[in-house]
């Protein structure tokens, strides 16, 4: 019996201690729970305030896209724009500038559809400048929906306002608009050139993802402006172009007028050339008749002549010699000028050349006491026909003789010039020419008025010949004098 | 060298006109004399029957797959405007078949792809099967269905990758091009066995964000419940704003923040981009997901995209082991493009200096990927995947 109680109360205390125990465990595991649902607790919170700021982030995140989508669709509108407008700058002719908008610029704008209208004010109302994205059928519909709403297009212009699907709050207005561009999304703006007629441009897109910016307005209204300015430029161009066809056309008329003249003119002295060369053969014919009658008659052949008589046939004889002389003179100015006469030219030595004319001229020259002085490089060579040469130096030194007073001075220089030309100079004491003969004296039958001319005889032919012998030599000649002191006539011919 | 390549690239605007230019450009670098299959990749405005017919005067009777694309991909540079024709030739060692299905829609996405599973299997049946090709149209409701009942034929640890045709992101019509047919509500696919070798790449960067979710109520691909709350609740949350503003900013919402499915052992989370929301609070997305799926919000970077295009790259190198590659395809998504916008084309110089001036780079942008799980449990069976840069090495 005792054992039995014995073991009852052994159990009992068992019991107890599993129970105390059992009681300690769940109390150690509630505390532990606790401390679990505690960290749990306290990383839901922070679960819970990871996913606030994950909204943060997002919220973020969605604006950056955006500011940077608007971004890199305003640089490649940029850029696009930048060269639309070098393209559009460049061209001067009006028909040519709205073409320059092609589909590919207008789809790197971000749109695939374009109108541009300029208003016509003979017709009174906007004639289409080009299309892009658009049928044919639907450019027709489109002309005609803007006739009749051309108020719309025409205020635009007054406000040169830019209006597009996003700033359009007229709902009636921005669905008529889109139904003429065929599309939700839409740019229009004025095309605004100072001068001549003003226009719109409008763009459209059917992509309805990416809606119309302020951005995007501001981009088409700068192209607009663009082509504006390059309708003013091309129309300030193609009036200035105008202006100097008119100019250009002037000038050829009065050109061509010139031109007849001038040939006229040549024609008629080539008649008048024809005219003395004809003249002086005529007349060289006769003049050897009456030459030769003269001098048989001077023989005495035909009987003694009365001294009276003699006398007068000796006058005859001198004066046919001086009028052959101008007949040779004017039948060798035509025949240079005709170009009958041809220069013989070779390599001569000009000091000898120089030197047959003075041994022709110095009997004269010693009876006028003249100092004759002649400065030449005795190998100077020239490319010329010598016999001309040799008249022109007779022609220039007699003149000069003519006009200095005994115990003057005539001197001969000649100096190479760079451009493969000799100058030759021929200097006297003489009287002068006046200024404003200097020129004159190189025509035909030109005397300068002055007392020795009055008492020399001349034909006033002599210098005629000279210019035309030195000019067919592809030479020039001048004078330079001073009145009372002296000329210089100065003349070029080739080296040899 | 067991296959052959030659790429020709167009950009004309007229489709007779590309077609004849871009095939001239390919058989200038085609090396060959006989052609076995060829590629064609175009934009939507291309992408019409006259571009098939042309290739056929030219080349008869030669197999031809591909697909439009929102824009397609040419070494490094992309084109809106564009098409790419590619010549295969093979050596006797490299074996294929192609098919077609149509009428997706009508069969039910899973009976189309079994469908097409059969059709390649057919004369396909003592030689050993290395990889499959898939191109399907991008508007089908339920591509991992068609994928799924390709799989029951093909096996379901069969290697699988494919893209999903797109338009110019109207979601109007996107074309599958087979032999003289471009059709829509369709895939074509190839199988490809004997002497080659392939590397396949899959990432797409995008970041978990906040807290995980529960798919409490889903069919097919679309979301009406998460966390027992109409689904748009999620973006209300995060973003701050009204399911009405949510639907004005799917644009952006779509790229930036899809969807991220919690694949147990898989690196990256399976996206969904999001192709409409509605009225009531549902979410209808590019590809399906299965109730009870954890999902996440998902954030991503340009820098987090362009990194994962060098992971995709690394993992090609490491599936090829060494092995040389004689043309790499590259399917990447249309997010990508969106997200990436200027920077687009930097992704595909990385590929294109990653692999040399030598091996061609082709390919287009997607509105989906389609590519096997590398997580142990999934076995290799075949995803669609929105967002990812999905690049395939194939040499021989």
Redesign the interface.
């Given at each position: 019996m005792l054992s039995y109680e014995y073991l009852i109360s052994i159990l009992g205390v068992i019991f107890l201690i599993t129970i105390i125990s059992l009681i300690a465990f769940v109390i150690s595991k509630m505390e532990k729970i606790k401390q679990l649902s505690s960290v749990i607790e306290s990383l839901s919170k922070s679960l819970d305030e990871m996913d606030e700021q994950a909204k943060l982030i997002v919220r973020t995140d969605i604006e950056l896209s955006k500011t940077q989508e608007e971004l890199d669709k305003k640089i490649a509108g940029l850029y696009t724009l930048q060269k639309l407008s070098r393209a559009i700058s460049t061209t001067l002719e009006g028909s040519q500038i709205f073409k320059m908008v092609e589909a590919n610029y207008l789809e790197n704008l971000g749109f695939e559809k374009a109108y541009g209208f300029l208003w016509d004010n003979q017709k009174n109302e906007f004639s289409l400048q080009m299309s892009i994205g658009y049928s044919e059928e639907e450019i027709s519909t489109t002309k005609a929906a803007i006739t009749t709403d051309k108020n719309f297009f025409l205020n635009l212009i007054r406000n040169e306002k830019t209006t597009s699907s996003m700033s359009l709050t007229d709902t009636t207005l921005k669905t008529k608009i889109e139904n003429i561009l065929r599309s939700p999304a839409f740019v229009v703006t004025p095309i605004l050139p100072k001068e001549g007629e003003k226009g719109f441009f409008a763009v459209a897109t059917e992509n309805t993802d990416t809606p119309i910016t302020d951005g995007d307005e501001e981009l088409i209204t700068i192209l607009a402006n663009e082509i504006g300015q390059a309708l003013e430029n091309a129309r300030l161009f193609e009036k200035t172009w105008h202006t100097q066809q008119q100019l250009e056309q002037k000038v050829e008329e009065r050109t061509r007028e010139l031109t007849n003249v001038l040939n006229a003119v040549k024609t008629i002295n080539k008649r008048k050339s024809d005219f003395v060369s004809n003249v002086s053969h005529e007349l060289r014919t006769p003049l050897t008749s009456i030459k030769g009658y003269a001098a048989i008659l001077l023989t005495g052949k035909l009987g003694t002549l009365p001294p009276e008589a003699k006398e007068r046939l000796e006058k005859i004889n001198r004066h046919s010699d001086e009028l052959g002389h101008i007949v040779n003179d004017l039948l060798d100015i035509s025949r240079i000028e005709s170009g009958k006469m041809i220069m013989n030219l070779g390599k001569h030595n000009l000091k000898e050349i120089i030197s047959k004319a003075d041994d022709l001229l110095s009997g004269q020259l010693k009876e006028k006491k003249i100092n004759f002085n002649i400065n030449i490089d005795p190998d100077a060579s020239v490319l010329v026909d010598p016999e001309q040469i040799g008249r022109v130096f007779i022609n220039l030194i007699g003149n000069a003789m003519k006009f200095t007073p005994a115990g003057g001075k005539i001197s001969i220089s000649a100096r190479k010039l760079n451009d493969g030309m000799v100058q030759v100079d021929i200097s006297d004491t003489g009287c002068g020419i006046p200024l404003g003969d200097q020129e004159a004296i190189f025509e035909e039958f030109f005397r300068v008025e002055n007392a020795i001319n009055q008492e020399v005889k001349g034909t006033g032919l002599g210098l005629a010949l000279v210019k035309r012998i030195i000019k067919a030599h592809q030479g020039k000649i001048w004078v330079k004098s001073t009145l009372g002191s002296g000329s210089t006539f100065s003349f070029t011919i080739q080296q040899g | 060298m067991s296959i052959n390549v030659g790429v020709g690239l167009s950009t004309a605007k007229d489709p007779i006109h590309a077609a004849q230019e871009a095939l001239q450009r390919a058989r200038t670098r085609f090396l060959r004399e006989k052609i076995d299959l060829v590629f064609v990749f175009s934009t939507i405005n291309l992408s019409t029957l006259v571009i098939l017919e042309t290739i056929q005067t030219f080349i008869p009777e030669v197999p031809i797959i591909g697909c439009s694309g929102a824009a397609i991909i040419h070494d490094k540079n992309s084109y809106?405007n564009g098409l790419i024709i590619m010549l295969l030739g093979f050596s006797k060692e490299v074996y294929f078949n192609t098919a077609c299905v149509s009428n997706i829609k009508n069969k039910t996405p899973i009976h189309a792809g079994e469908e097409l599973g059969e059709k390649l299997l057919y004369g396909f049946k003592d030689i050993r099967r290395d990889l499959g090709l898939i191109f399907c149209d991008g508007l089908i409701d339920n591509t991992q269905d068609l994928v799924n009942g390709m799989q029951e034929r093909l096996g379901k640890s069969f290697p699988l990758v494919g893209a999903c045709a797109s338009d110019n992101?109207k979601y109007i019509r996107t074309n599958i091009f087979h032999n003289a047919e471009t059709l829509s509500d369709s895939a074509c696919a190839m199988l490809w066995g004997g002497k080659i070798n392939f590397g396949l790449g899959i990432k797409h960067g995008w970041k978990p964000?906040?807290?995980q979710h529960l798919v409490t109520k889903s069919r097919g691909n679309i979301i009406y419940e998460i966390d027992s709350r109409p689904a748009t609740y999620l973006y209300e949350?995060?973003?701050?704003c009204d399911v009405k503003k949510l639907q004005n900013?799917l644009?952006?919402?779509s790229v930036?923040?899809p969807i991220g499915i919690y694949v147990p052992g898989e690196e990256e989370y399976l996206l969904r981009n999001i192709h409409s929301i509605e009225n009531d609070g549902t979410l209808i997305l590019q590809g399906s997901i299965p109730e009870n799926s954890q999902v996440r919000?998902m954030?991503g970077t340009k820098e987090s995209c362009l990194q994962a295009t060098d992971q995709a790259i690394d993992a090609v190198n490491k599936e090829l082991a060494g092995k040389s590659a004689n043309f790499i395809l590259v399917f990447n998504s249309i997010s990508r493009h969106i997200l990436l916008?200027?920077d687009a084309e930097k992704e595909l110089e990385i590929i294109k200096k990653q692999f040399g001036d030598e091996i061609p780079v082709v390919g287009l942008y997607t509105y989906g990927e389609l590519a096997p799980l590398t997580a142990i449990g999934y076995h290799g069976k075949a995803y669609l995947h929105n967002q990812t840069v999905t690049l395939l090495a194939i040499g021989g």
């Open positions: - | 809106n992101l964000l906040g807290k949350e995060y973003l701050g900013e644009r952006f919402i930036l923040y919000l954030i916008r200027r």
